[in-house]
């Protein structure tokens, strides 16, 4: 295993224990409030968890080298994670959602304001820092799973950060049904989160192309570094997690040797995995005849 591999298993490991530090303190302000909001709060935390799981899962299994059974490797793994993820999101909002009918339909002021705010707050601060970890090494090595995580960490930072604004004014006020009403909003939130992951892993897990930066990127080196050819045409990409896939069509003189030919598939090659991090690349050389006259012309 290489060290970014390394760290990035670490990372992901790392996450569980400040989920689990973090839910453990949203539940004890809770516990000291009573409040449906904090609760609300503190259930979503659960899911960090879950994510913080399923993204140690998936980085570990998508660092598996290919093999017989999966010979293009492990790397949809990530998607998979991601998908769960936002389908727990999507159970917690319904839970918070109940709960907060309830509340509704009996209001109850929340108890010990400073000490419930200020061990909320803590947690939040945690979480907004390691969300920043997350982010920023998911999008360094290009995994889908820790960004995610990474997300719905901001998003509960916000969503948070709302509540405790939110109880601050149910102390001042003493209307015991904002309590409710916020806790309604947080599932909300939740709910949006939710929805993002699952449609960002599914476009993942339908092959989804790279995005059109990186497609005019891969065209212009083709075109730039294919010397000696005629065209390539079909070219096709696809991204899962941190592989990116690219397949094409190259049209040669039909005189040209396989040799020669070879040569410029090297070229290709070396220049698309300089310019494009973790790629997989297919070449299929045809003889003049088989020219579309469309795609790429060789300048």
């Not at 339909?105 to 707050?121: E, H």
């Not at 090595?141 to 960490?153: K, T």
Request: net charge negative.
């Amino acid at each position: 295993m290489t060290t970014t591999a390394q760290r990035t298993l670490n990372i992901a490991a790392a996450s569980l224990l400040v989920g689990l530090v973090v839910l453990g303190l949203k539940f004890v302000a809770w516990r000291v409030t009573g409040s449906i909001a904090l609760y609300s709060d503190a259930l979503e935390s659960i899911v960090n968890v879950v994510t913080a799981v399923a993204a140690l899962i998936a980085v570990w299994l998508a660092q598996k080298p290919a093999d017989a059974a999966l010979p293009y490797g492990y790397y949809k793994a990530e998607y998979f994670s991601a998908v769960l993820v936002g389908v727990m999101i999507i159970v917690a909002a319904i839970l918070i959602v109940r709960e907060a009918v309830f509340g509704l339909l009996a209001p109850t002021l929340p108890a010990a304001p400073v000490q419930g705010l200020a061990i909320s707050a803590f947690a939040t601060v945690i979480n907004l820092g390691w969300a920043l970890v997350l982010i920023r090494h998911g999008r360094a090595v290009a995994s889908p799973a820790l960004q995610a995580d990474g997300r719905h960490l901001i998003t509960d930072v916000v969503s948070t950060l709302g509540v405790l604004i939110g109880l601050a004014l149910v102390y001042i006020t003493g209307w015991a049904v904002l309590d409710s009403i916020l806790a309604a909003l947080v599932a909300l939130n939740i709910l949006w989160s939710g929805w993002a992951v699952i449609r960002d892993s599914v476009g993942g897990l339908m092959d989804v192309a790279v995005p059109k930066n990186i497609q005019h990127t891969i065209r212009e080196v083709i075109a730039i570094n294919a010397e000696g050819a005629i065209e390539a045409h079909d070219i096709r990409t696809r991204q899962a997690g941190k592989m990116t896939f690219i397949d094409f069509h190259l049209v040669v003189p039909g005189a040209m040797s396989v040799d020669d030919a070879h040569a410029i598939c090297d070229q290709i090659e070396s220049k698309l995995r300089e310019a494009v991090r973790e790629v997989q690349i297919t070449i299929h050389v045809e003889p003049e005849n088989k020219a579309k006259h469309a795609g790429i012309v060789v300048v």
